[in-house]
């Protein structure tokens, strides 16, 4: 079992927008977040290909993250690269406390 030590994202879920990267600061990781369905993701902000900064790319017509360098695609939920380049986006547990948004980063024990 992973634990995690959770940290304020710095924006509530309510004035995250649908659909659109956002990059926060937690725990010293540039995160990057997004709304999608309702349902908020996190994930490492820079791309596992070449570290382009993620959350200036966009979200496309299926809800992926693109990277603005190269196009690849990450699904946000799980970090699978859905374009085939084989590369894995770190991603992050999120909870919603008090319509806060929380970075879980995993404890070291």
Request: net charge neutral; glycine share 14%; charged share 20%.
């Amino acid at each position: 079992m992973e634990i995690y030590t959770w940290h304020p994202a710095g924006i509530s879920a309510e004035l995250l927008p649908e659909g659109k990267l956002t990059e926060v600061l937690v725990g010293g990781k540039r995160v990057g977040l997004v709304q999608r369905g309702g349902q908020i993701f996190a994930f490492a902000a820079a791309c596992p290909h070449a570290g382009a900064a993620l959350c200036t790319g966009w979200v496309d017509g299926l809800g992926r993250i693109v990277c603005p360098e190269h196009k690849y695609r990450f699904d946000p939920a799980n970090g699978r690269n859905t374009s085939g380049e084989g590369y894995k986006l770190f991603t992050y547990p999120v909870r919603t406390e008090n319509g806060e948004i929380e970075i879980g980063i995993r404890a070291l024990i």
